[in-house]
């Protein structure tokens, strides 16, 4: 499973460089790459609005 960043998202960047599979690419709002999402969770640990999610 792999995880997903909702509207809320704030688009800070915390999470770009947390993520060990460079998976999260920039936007309005960032958006994860789900095949190359390892589960581990990195993003939603540093994620200051809770947005990284599992899906």
Known sequence: ???VITDA????GACVDECPT???SEGDIYV???PACI???????????GACVPE
Do not use: E, L, Q, R
């Not at 998202?9 to 800070?12: F, S, Y």
């Open 39 to 49: 589960d581990c969770g990195a993003c939603a640990n540093v994620c200051p609005t």
């Open 9 to 12: 998202c704030i688009a800070c």
């Open 22 to 24: 460079s998976a999260i």
């Open 32 to 34: 994860i790459d789900g």
């Open 1 to 3: 499973m792999a995880y």
